[in-house]
């Protein structure tokens, strides 16, 4: 599996781009918020990417995107029965990440419906199976921008429990249990670890 490519921007285009590792060209298609991050072209250009194989004939394609929180969002969205890479590309290039989220999380079937190539029913589909995947992050999006440090870690620690499947409203019940009995110097990661353990 190829987890990310690391070479000179050869060719850009905003739906695809090629990626000159070493002397060998990659083309990988791309959604629209990362082509706004893309340096000028024959820049050093770093894309995380997700390598799709088509079941039916064994075609290979490769998808890129310039941040770890657009790979997230797509992987979650092709997670979801009836949408396939290319429709997630869609998806993603018809919106923001955090409005999607904010869609999901607030059952916002109206604005999902317009995006391009979702129709009500998927719409419907989106948030009843990402809701709560996706609902920590839309929820501390905004806290998050101002918060102390010590909120931070506490809002990291939740987002870090709902990636891996929790609730939001759980996983924010479980991190101040694991708060209260951890020190003020506590990192993030032995956070969640106490978490995990006192659940």
Request: with cysteine.
């Amino acid at each position: 599996m190829i987890a990310y490519l690391h070479g000179q921007l050869a060719e850009a285009a905003p739906t695809h781009v090629v990626v000159d590792c070493h002397g060998v060209g990659y083309s990988v298609f791309i959604p629209l918020s990362s082509y706004d991050k893309l340096p000028p072209r024959g820049g050093d250009v770093k894309l995380l990417t997700h390598h799709h194989v088509i079941a039916q004939d064994g075609t290979q394609q490769l998808y890129g995107f310039v941040t770890a929180e657009e790979r997230e969002m797509f992987l979650l969205l092709i997670s979801i029965s009836g949408i396939g890479p290319k429709l997630a590309i869609n998806i993603l290039s018809s919106t923001s990440i955090s409005a999607l989220r904010n869609a999901i999380a607030s059952g916002d079937t109206q604005t999902l419906s317009t995006l391009r190539g979702i129709g009500k029913k998927t719409a419907e589909r989106l948030i009843v199976e990402l809701k709560d995947k996706v609902g920590g992050a839309a929820a501390f999006a905004t806290k998050s921008r101002a918060a102390t440090p010590e909120e931070q870690k506490l809002i990291d620690a939740v987002l870090a429990l709902v990636s891996l499947g929790y609730k939001q409203v759980d996983a924010h019940r479980i991190v101040l249990a694991a708060a209260g009995k951890s020190g003020p110097k506590t990192s993030v990661e032995e956070l969640v670890r106490t978490a995990l353990r006192t659940q």
